[in-house]
């Protein structure tokens, strides 16, 4: 097979073409096979079907994907699939040994890699938006639906044309509540990707996990490019002032952290230790996480792991597609990742001090 729509039969591509629009969009199997021009998340799945299929038993790995792909009532297995399709591909393009994992149920992780220096278990997953936000969505965009009561819309009428404005905020990390005193869009993007696969069962104790972040569909089928890499660092500056790195705060961030938000004249507290930071019981056995961006992807790896990230898989994940090595947090040399977060909290810290101070 040479791309993803060898995949299918001439009535299944038929059925994702015709698909109904999703929160007024496409289905996300129809973009890699129909999109003109393809966005470049697009070329990936096609690039990874090919390589996949060059794999020993890679063809029947990608045909037992079918039935997620066409799935029409559930998008989400779509976007799912394709993550894990991304992955596999990249991964093989990166010069890892790559073995499917037979799936038997849902704490089945999904594949054994090895680079050359021990095996890894590697579990992707899709991060989607707040079920909420997608309702939210549907109710815009459908005809059948009174629109939201904190939705506006308008229609601007010229004498050759109509322009209709829909304006409403979108939370895809979920709504802050006004009766929580530390909530805030930031604390709560901040919270969702802390709890990704927090029960870990599908993660062995005894060798290294990677679990793979894809956040290419997060904020609906068509965002790709809703978050940025700079939210994989601890803090980003502009003209609303600082804002706090959802997901460097979501692995370690700490209990009491300040969260910034531009727009927020003060932040609020974290209201619990990032992902690595777990101890006792809730202590995460993952070495590192992959955060997969529209254009860009980090390793962040974890300083406190009982199984360290090996070297050999440290150097390969540089020629992942689209790696980028001025974000990582790596331990290149011993305890260097515990060095880089603890200068991280030390400058938030500073930060947090000097603002009170000037405030006061």
């Not at 936000?133 to 939705?151: F, N």
């Not at 530390?182 to 104790?205: F, G, H, T, Y």
């Not at 460097?248 to 910034?260: D, H, M, R, S």
């Not at 947090?352 to 405030?359: A, C, I, P, S, Y």
């Amino acid at each position: 097979m040479r791309q993803l729509d060898d995949l299918f039969n001439s009535e299944q591509l038929k059925m994702i073409h015709d698909a109904p629009l999703f929160m007024g969009t496409r289905h996300p199997t129809w973009f890699p096979l129909f999109n003109n021009p393809r966005r470049a998340i697009d070329h990936l799945v096609n690039e990874a079907v090919a390589r996949i299929s060059s794999e020993s038993n890679g063809d029947i790995w990608l045909h037992d994907l079918i039935d997620r792909l066409l799935n029409l009532t559930d998008i989400r297995n779509a976007s799912s699939v394709l993550a894990e399709i991304r992955a596999y591909g990249a991964l093989l393009e990166a010069g890892f040994n790559v073995v499917p994992i037979p799936r038997k149920n849902d704490s089945t992780p999904d594949f054994e890699v090895n680079a050359g220096d021990g095996s890894i278990i590697v579990e992707v997953f899709a991060k989607h938006q707040d079920e909420s936000q997608d309702e939210l969505l549907e109710a815009i965009h459908s005809s059948d639906s009174p629109l939201p009561d904190d939705v506006e819309r308008k229609t601007i009428a010229g004498k050759n044309h109509r322009i209709t404005i829909t304006t409403a905020c979108l939370t895809p990390g979920g709504r802050p509540d006004p009766a929580k005193p530390n909530d805030s869009v930031q604390a709560n993007l901040v919270s969702r990707i802390c709890s990704i696969k927090q029960n870990e069962s599908q993660i062995p104790n005894n060798m290294p996990a990677l679990l793979i972040m894809d956040f290419v569909h997060f904020g609906g089928p068509y965002t790709a490019e809703l978050l940025k890499a700079g939210q994989t660092t601890p803090l980003e500056c502009g003209h609303g002032g600082f804002t706090s790195g959802s997901i460097w705060y979501g692995l370690y961030g700490w209990k009491g952290a300040p969260i910034y938000e531009a727009g927020l004249r003060r932040p609020v507290k974290m209201g619990h230790d990032g992902r690595f930071r777990l101890q006792g019981n809730k202590k995460s056995k993952l070495s590192a996480v992959l955060v997969i961006l529209a254009e860009s992807v980090i390793l962040l790896e974890n300083p406190w792991a009982t199984h360290q990230f090996p070297a050999s898989a440290r150097l390969k994940c540089c020629r992942y597609p689209w790696f980028d090595l001025s974000r990582t947090i790596a331990s290149w040399q011993p305890n260097q990742s515990a060095v880089q977060v603890a200068l991280h909290e030390q400058m938030i810290e500073t930060i947090e001090h000097d603002l009170d101070t000037f405030r006061a």
